[in-house]
């Protein structure tokens, strides 16, 4: 069921053998018990290579600690940073075209909102660490497709896409708490029913503008009144750094 579901709480594990004992080609089945045998953990654990990683040096560690402060996790070099996720966009459309990747155990059968077909489509050339990595993509808010500007949510089905290590955990996203309501579907509401270019679309300043789960978002869209939209960029959102009237320097008498 849709519902908030950030990784603290996921039932299932895989365990890492950092220097790669496990034959390759194993089929990984990860954990899925509070208390798991020794016997399930074999069967759960598989090798570093698996994963795209890298080994800390000390200014690597030094960085995570500090844009990191709030984790509770404290970095050390030597210390192996596995990737689990990310996310890739490109502006090839107005509203950019949004990937996501997470690493899968069973790579040929990744879980939603990945699916068999999408890894069946993996090129040849993808091999190794590389195609463990499970993708999802949002290339549309809806469908079918709406403009830029003047579409509807009525009589479409939404599009699904997200990344099950980030969007889940971002608790309920509309409804009558954060006081923004999906026009798609009032059920529509949690991370892990989301979509990338619809909640980007969101991205503008000032103020506080909320996340969306998947619904069609006009770009005219009275939300945007006295704001500047940001062209998707949370990421220009999150690093603006307010003007101190105080800091700027005496005008000239």
Known sequence: PAQNYPTSTWKTHVYIATKNQQPAGKVIVPTATANPTPQEISAATCNLSDFIYFKLDAAAADYLNIEDATQGIKASAG??????????????????????????????????????VAA?????????????????????????????????????????????????????????????????????????????????????????????????ISMDDPIFKGAVQLDFAWSLQGNIIPVNASAQPASKK
């Open 79 to 116: 210390d192996l940073a596995i990737l689990v996720a990310m996310h890739v966009t490109t502006k090839e459309i107005s509203n950019w075209t949004w990937q996501t990747f997470f690493w899968a155990p069973d790579p040929k059968n990744p879980p939603f909102p990945s699916n068999s």
């Open 120 to 216: 069946s489509l993996r090129p040849s050339q993808l091999q190794g660490a590389a195609s463990h990595y499970a993708v999802s993509t949002a290339y549309a808010m809806v469908r079918p497709n709406q403009p830029i500007v003047g579409g509807t949510n009525k009589g479409v089905t939404p599009v699904i896409g997200y990344n099950p290590f980030l969007e889940p955990g971002l608790g309920q996203l509309n409804g009558p708490l954060p006081n923004f309501p999906n026009k798609l579907s009032p059920a529509i509401q949690w991370g892990m029913q989301s979509n990338c270019m619809s909640c980007h679309a969101l991205a503008s300043y000032p103020g506080n503008p909320p996340y969306t789960a998947d619904q069609y």
